[in-house]
């Protein structure tokens, strides 16, 4: 077996993600679209932790412009999150693979606490490991725990599934038919761009540490095991300049 191009990763998945075609909620197909689709990186020998958003169910910033206090909303969403990730961890079990689910916030009754060296040890005996509960503070997006999981367990890459978006563009391409799209950017590039492919805490953080992110569609099928066999897929923000 080729061995792939990076041995741990984190998987960021948005809540959106999980809906499908629908307005709200889980779409049962589209999750077990999903957990085949991180089946086939695990079986090529991928260590895999998954951070999972919550925007299908619920959005903190929505409910803070009706007047909720934003804290209050953020804890809201972070919730919206655990039930994601008991969600794809069920179906993700239903493929055969073996799921660890930790959560920022204390719900022992349904997901251990985040404990880094306990994922790490999951993630060494080929689990899957699912991180749920944001970062277990407000004031943040998804994209940020993201990061910091991907820094802490020490993986290889930060990838970030997108839905129906193959990259990063200079705008939005669903309301710009004429955007464009970058095949690679540095940290710098993309954090002084203001592009939105992910929230300038989580791309500092990336830059910070030189963690690659790669920023892809992964409902184009085949798309998610090209990055691990080394295919150039959707864009690539690393530290290395273009020559």
């Avoid at 895999?48 to 007047?67: I, L, Q, S, Y």
């Avoid at 993700?92 to 306990?118: D, F, H, N, W």
């Amino acid at each position: 077996m080729t061995r792939p191009a990076y041995s741990r990763v984190v998987l960021k998945m948005s809540g959106d993600s999980f809906k499908g075609d629908a307005d709200f909620g889980i779409d049962a197909d589209t999750l077990q679209y999903i957990s085949l689709q991180i089946k086939s990186i695990v079986d090529m020998g991928v260590e895999v932790g998954v951070v999972v958003g919550g925007g299908n169910m619920w959005r903190g910033a929505d409910h803070e412009k009706r007047g909720m206090d934003r804290s209050t909303a953020d804890f809201a969403g972070m919730l919206a999150t655990i039930m994601n990730a008991l969600a794809l961890q069920d179906s993700l079990e239903k493929t055969g693979l073996t799921v660890r689910t930790q959560s920022a916030i204390s719900m022992p009754s349904v997901a251990e606490p985040y404990i880094r060296r306990r994922a790490i040890r999951h993630l060494e005996k080929d689990r899957v490991v699912i991180f749920a509960g944001g970062a277990g503070v407000p004031y943040m997006t998804t994209d940020t725990p993201a990061a910091l999981r991907a820094l802490e367990i020490g993986a290889d890459a930060l990838i970030m599934a997108k839905n129906g978006i193959d990259g990063v563009y200079d705008s939005d391409p669903q309301q710009n038919s004429s955007a464009k799209k970058y095949d690679h950017l540095t940290h710098h590039e993309a954090l002084s761009q203001r592009l939105q492919a992910l929230d300038s805490t989580a791309l500092s953080l990336c830059m910070d540490n030189s963690l690659p992110i790669v920023v892809f569609d992964i409902f184009k099928s085949g798309n998610l095991q090209a990055i691990l066999s080394g295919e150039h897929v959707g864009t690539l923000i690393d530290d290395i300049l273009a020559t």
